[in-house]
């Protein structure tokens, strides 16, 4: 599965080629949009089979989903979505077709001049614009004898929360 964010403004848009991506406006993000109202880490988006889940990393400014802002959802193909006041539509579509990414630089649209930047009108720069490669988000797992909050079945549940402080809070 394809999967890309397209701005609604006319910056790039921005491929999910991983199965994980924080987005947010530091360059230790994997997509990093420089726009005032994302939080440094604003949100991961999570590539499954089919769809995408998105999930708000408890941003100042909220990530919305069709007009409604949200904890976490799944996202369909051609919804809406804001970080902030920057919004996007989502493109899902199959791995042999062209995604508007690769459109725009057949020529369909017009291309920028170095790829996935977005420095234009609003701001934004994309993952892959001159940035190290971050280190992966972890995700712990327990075994339900372990989290009390399992209740009897295995669960993922993440061992840190990060806020917009570049701080570490332990949840235990």
């Not at 440094?40 to 909220?62: E, Y």
């Not at 892959?128 to 909050?149: Q, T």
Request: proline share 10%; with cysteine.
């Amino acid at each position: 599965m394809k999967a890309e964010l397209v701005p609604e403004n006319g910056d790039p848009p921005i491929p999910i080629t991983t199965d994980m991506a924080v987005i947010g406006r530091r360059g230790y993000c994997d997509i990093v949009i420089d726009h005032p109202s994302l939080s440094k880490r604003h949100c991961v988006v999570v590539k499954t089979d089919g769809l995408l889940v998105i999930r708000d990393l408890i941003s100042t400014n909220g990530t919305k989903v069709k007009g409604q802002r949200i904890r976490w959802a799944a996202l369909l193909p051609d919804d809406r979505i804001a970080f902030g006041s920057y919004k996007l539509r989502v493109y899902l579509g199959p791995d042999d077709a062209p995604g508007p990414s690769e459109r725009r630089s057949r020529g369909v649209y017009n291309a920028p001049s170095r790829p996935f930047s977005a420095a234009g009108a609003g701001g934004a720069i994309a993952s892959g614009a001159g940035f190290p490669d971050p280190s992966p988000l972890e995700v712990g797992v327990w075994e339900s004898d372990e989290h009390p909050a399992s209740e009897g079945e295995d669960a993922v549940v993440p061992p840190i929360v990060l806020d917009d402080s570049d701080e570490i809070i332990d949840l235990d």
